[in-house]
Every structure is written in C-alpha cells, then in structure tokens.
C-alpha cells in the first residue's frame, strides 16, 4: 500500500519561493504517476500538476504554468513541488497524490482518480 507524506510548507513572502516534498513508502514511486492538488479555505482541491512516469510529461494549472516544476528522484522515492515567485493567492493547503496507474489520465485533475493522498501541508504567502 502506498503511503505520501509531505513537508516543506510554511511562510513565505510574496515573490519567494518554497519547495514541497513528498516523501513515499510502501511501494515505489517511479511506478506511480504523480500529482500536486492545493485547497483553499471552503473550496474544492483543485488541481497544480501531474507527472507521467515514462517520459516525465508533466501538466500545469494555467495558475501555476512557469512558476511551479515538479521533480522525482526515484532513488528517494520522493517527488517534489517546486514553487517560484510566489502570490499571495498560492496560499492554500497543498496535497501530493498518486492514482493506481502510472499515467496522467484525462481529465488529468479529477481528483476521484487519485487514490493515494498525502496529509497536506499548509503554505502561506503573506508579507
């Protein structure tokens, strides 16, 4: 059974950056594909990025296209969130993910696909 956990959140000002890691056990991660969900504060999880596992195709929110990368070092079984020039908007409670294939499937941020959750780990942009 597959099990996430992140870390990495925190405060940060606006315009700075932060990284997420989500760290797995019980299973690897290369054989999972990978997504990041934020929520904000009585909303739905909507959807950051998701990463295939054969070529490392990763999608993007338009909110987050240029700002955000996603990485994977299969060695730590850890995936990361790298986030960049952050707005206070980013301000929201950030989940990895994993569905039961190692592909991004359409629609890529339906979250009912994802079967593996991390905790959430809460990140805040505020001067």
């Known amino acids: 059974q597959l099990q996430l956990v992140e870390s990495g959140g925190g405060l940060v000002q606006p315009g700075g950056s932060l990284r997420l890691s989500c760290a797995a056990s019980g299973s690897a991660l290369k054989n999972y594909a990978i997504g990041w969900f934020r929520q904000f504060p009585g909303k739905e999880r909507e959807g950051v990025s998701c990463m295939d596992v054969s070529d490392g195709r990763t999608y993007y929110a338009d909110s987050v296209k240029g700002r955000f990368s996603v990485s994977r070092d299969n060695e730590k079984n850890t995936v990361y969130l790298e986030m960049n020039s952050l707005k206070v908007e980013d301000t929201a409670v950030y989940y990895c993910?994993?569905?039961?294939?190692?592909?991004?499937?359409?629609?890529?941020?339906?979250?009912?696909?994802?079967?593996?959750w991390g905790q959430g780990a809460q990140v805040t942009v505020s001067s």
């Open positions: 993910a994993a569905p039961d294939f190692p592909t991004c499937r359409h629609p890529v941020w339906l979250t009912a696909m994802y079967k593996y």
